[in-house]
């Protein structure tokens, strides 16, 4: 019984230093790298309307909002900004802007600004599908009887 409890606690000792480590490339947050391109490998969903919740996935994206930007390009090249939420350097999450256009096949485009007004921009390789949210009223009202006027 003895050996079994120390067996455990071992095992226990050891489980909990590994899992409190941590790789030192994962600490902080993820800086920009200008001598490397902005890389926009996929997002999820691939359709949606005004203010859906979107993630972007890629690389080099950098966890500073400040001069981050993710636009929907119509067919005409109109930009329009999305609703930026944050970055962890790997993923955006966003949300869908209002304003699109009819045109539903739309460029998502990563792009960061520097200080010096350099600008840097990824293309996802697949364009996202803008769906027209439309919004149906019916209005019911008690039916009007005719009056007699005298």
């Not at 489980?15 to 890389?39: H, R």
């Not at 636009?71 to 699109?100: M, R, T």
Request: aromatic share 12%; charged share 20%.
């Amino acid at each position: 019984m003895q050996k079994r409890t120390i067996f455990l606690t071992f095992f226990a000792a050891v489980f909990v230093y590994l899992t409190s480590c941590s790789d030192s490339k994962n600490i902080g947050s993820a800086v920009f790298n200008p001598d490397q391109p902005i890389e926009v490998t996929g997002f999820y969903p691939d359709s949606g309307g005004i203010a859906t919740p979107m993630i972007v996935e890629g690389s080099n994206f950098g966890s500073d909002t400040t001069n981050l930007k993710v636009y929907f390009e119509d067919a005409d090249g109109i930009k329009h900004q999305a609703g930026l939420v944050s970055s962890n350097g790997n993923k955006i999450y966003l949300y869908v802007p209002s304003g699109l256009t009819y045109k539903k096949e739309m460029n998502l485009l990563v792009a960061r600004t520097m200080p010096d007004g350099t600008e840097y921009e990824g293309q996802a390789g697949r364009q996202f599908i803008y769906k027209t949210q439309t919004l149906s009223l019916i209005h019911i009202s008690e039916p009007t009887r005719p009056r007699l006027i005298s």
